[in-house]
């Protein structure tokens, strides 16, 4: 696997080594020795999938509170997303600061998304699924998130929101949370 590191902190973009021949390619897409090499946080404790009927459609922005905060791996398998996470860790240099990837079933990449972070994303395309490994179990009660469209990040989402769920909708701007 390759890692680079995003403008933020922490946070990468992990491409595959592919080895192809005539049957079509093999790669790793997990490995807890090459994730603890990158200082990375190599724990997976639960994989969610997120199944999208409709391009533009908003997933976001999630965190968990302390101390239930979460690490994602983050994977488009079928269509493609625009994934988009912020720092929030206030002693962070890219702290407040965003990012965003366009993860596709064809470009194989996935988005490392360390804890602390605001984690959403828009699909690009009808018919599309997500799979996210999180590194804690989902506790309800230290679910939080920030709304899309807040003023103090100003994200410049790629498509224009068609569907979006009332939760996702209403997250208070950051600083209110």
């Known amino acids: 696997m390759q890692f680079a590191e995003t403008q933020l902190q922490g946070a990468y973009v992990v491409s595959l080594d592919k080895f192809e021949d005539e049957r079509g390619f093999f790669a790793r897409g997990w490995c807890h020795k090459e994730f603890s090499e990158q200082g990375l946080r190599p724990w997976i404790l639960q994989s969610n999938i997120s199944y999208n009927r409709n391009k533009g459609t908003l997933r976001g922005m999630h965190y968990q509170k302390a101390p239930f905060q979460e690490t994602k791996l983050?994977?488009?398998?079928?269509?493609?997303?625009?994934?988009?996470?912020?720092?929030?860790?206030?002693?962070?240099?890219?702290?407040?600061?965003?990012?965003?990837?366009?993860?596709?079933?064809?470009?194989?990449?996935?988005?490392?998304?360390?804890?602390?972070?605001?984690?959403?994303?828009?699909?690009?395309?009808?018919d599309t699924e997500v799979i996210y490994h999180v590194s804690q179990y989902y506790r309800p009660d230290a679910e939080a998130g920030l709304r899309w469209n807040d003023p103090a990040f100003a994200i410049k989402w790629p498509e224009k929101v068609a569907v979006i769920s009332e939760k996702d909708a209403n997250w208070p701007d950051f600083g209110q949370s």
Request: glycine residues 8%; hydrophobic residues 40%; proline residues 6%.
């Open 74 to 126: 983050v994977r488009c398998v079928r269509g493609a997303i625009y994934d988009v996470i912020i720092d929030l860790r206030p002693h962070s240099p890219t702290f407040k600061q965003w990012t965003g990837v366009e993860l596709t079933a064809g470009n194989y990449k996935m988005l490392y998304v360390p804890e602390d972070f605001a984690h959403g994303f828009i699909t690009l395309e009808d």
